[in-house]
């Protein structure tokens, strides 16, 4: 199995750009399709994109789409999400998950978590 750590998370205003990382060790990073997800308080867990194995392909959530990028380096066994022009209500705690199959939007379509960074974006 994978085991997964994010980081990158912090305070940053609105306007802002901020790039969380997720580091990989465990089972060959390159055998899993990557999701990034987050949760704000009071709210439940919101899929905010994904990545295939190789990186050829990515799909993005709706509230997201056009200001977040997701990519890999499968060389250095770390999934990325680049945010920009962030936005208050982009405040939440941004977990990454693994899974062997590509495409869902689902939290329960990831086996693997980690443990979460927290992005606080301020107005």
């Known amino acids: 199995q994978v085991q997964l750590v994010e980081s990158g998370g912090g305070l940053v205003q609105a306007g802002g750009s901020l790039r969380l990382s997720c580091l990989a060790s465990?089972?060959?990073?390159?055998?899993?399709?990557m999701g990034w997800f987050r949760q704000a308080p009071g709210k439940e867990r919101e899929f905010v994109g994904s990545?295939?194995?190789?990186?050829?392909?990515?799909a993005y959530g709706d509230s997201v789409k056009g200001r977040f990028t997701i990519s890999r380096d499968n060389a250095k066994n770390t999934l990325y999400l680049q945010m920009n022009s962030l936005k208050p209500e982009d405040t939440a705690v941004y977990y990454c998950?693994?899974?062997?199959?590509?495409?869902?939007?689902?939290?329960?379509?990831?086996?693997?978590w980690g443990q979460g960074t927290r992005v606080t974006v301020s107005s």
């Open positions: 465990g089972r060959t990073f390159s055998s899993y399709a």
């Open positions: 990545i295939d194995w190789s990186g050829g392909s990515t």
């Open positions: 998950a693994a899974s062997l199959g590509w495409g869902s939007r689902r939290t329960n379509g990831y086996p693997y």
